[in-house]
């Protein structure tokens, strides 16, 4: 394949990447922004009745199942992928969407079901707490992203217009990274 073609060929390739990739890139470029200015978005937590003595093994291989069937039994509307346990604290993911959250403390168990507000749950996307199809969606992203940068790369040294600036570019990036990352 002569340069020419093969230009073209990543063009198109590079064209298509950012295109399937502008929307969750502008998610992350929103929330990361807000996050940035302090605007993080809210919850509305609302405590729940536990019974008694009511505990949970963590580590049991039948800890999502006897979680699942407590929220039944107590007629909490929780519906979750997988649960994220830490120390004392375990809470249903996703979290974008109503969660119950458990803390143990001395030994009795609490629990509160938290609705985010639409902010909330896309900041809860973004950090990667979104369900689990999600997670495999930003693992293809970050590949096509890879794929995407590195095309537009390869593009710019293809074309002898843009293959200084495009080296310039590069080179200057790599040194403000370099810099704010570990020097600054």
């Not at 990447?17 to 998610?27: I, K, Q, S, V, W």
């Not at 200015?37 to 039948?62: H, M, V």
């Not at 004392?88 to 993911?93: A, H, I, Q």
């Not at 293809?158 to 293959?163: E, G, K, N, V």
């Given at each position: 394949?002569?340069?020419?073609?093969?230009?073209?060929?990543?063009?198109?390739?590079?064209?298509?990447?950012a295109?399937?990739?502008?929307?969750?890139?502008?998610?992350?470029?929103?929330?990361?922004?807000?996050?940035?200015?302090?605007?993080?978005?809210?919850?509305?937590?609302?405590?729940?009745?536990?019974?008694?003595?009511?505990?949970?093994?963590?580590?049991?291989?039948?800890?999502?199942?006897?979680?699942?069937?407590?929220?039944?039994?107590?007629?909490?509307?929780?519906?979750?992928?997988?649960?994220?346990?830490?120390?004392?604290?375990?809470?249903?993911?996703?979290?974008?969407?109503?969660?119950?959250?458990?803390?143990?403390?001395?030994?009795?168990?609490?629990?509160?079901?938290?609705?985010?507000?639409?902010?909330?749950?896309?900041?809860?996307?973004?950090?990667?707490h979104?369900?689990?199809?999600?997670?495999?969606?930003?693992?293809i992203?970050?590949l096509?992203?890879?794929?995407?940068?590195?095309?537009?790369?390869?593009?710019?040294?293809?074309?002898?217009?843009?293959?200084?600036?495009?080296?310039?570019?590069?080179?200057?990036?790599?040194?403000?990274?370099?810099?704010?990352?570990?020097?600054?």
């Amino acid at each position: 394949m002569n340069k020419v073609k093969l230009r073209n060929l990543l063009v198109k390739l590079h064209l298509y990447g950012a295109a399937l990739l502008a929307p969750l890139f502008l998610l992350v470029a929103v929330t990361g922004g807000l996050k940035m200015a302090g605007i993080e978005g809210g919850t509305t937590e609302t405590p729940l009745a536990i019974p008694a003595g009511t505990s949970f093994d963590t580590k049991s291989p039948n800890f999502e199942n006897d979680v699942r069937a407590f929220l039944k039994s107590q007629k909490i509307d929780a519906d979750f992928d997988y649960i994220r346990a830490r120390g004392n604290s375990f809470t249903t993911r996703p979290t974008s969407r109503p969660h119950v959250a458990f803390e143990e403390k001395d030994g009795q168990l609490t629990a509160k079901y938290v609705e985010p507000d639409t902010l909330n749950a896309l900041m809860e996307i973004h950090k990667g707490h979104g369900p689990l199809i999600y997670k495999t969606l930003g693992w293809i992203a970050g590949l096509t992203l890879f794929f995407v940068v590195l095309g537009g790369l390869f593009i710019g040294l293809l074309s002898p217009a843009y293959r200084k600036p495009t080296i310039i570019s590069s080179l200057l990036g790599s040194a403000v990274f370099v810099w704010a990352a570990f020097i600054a």
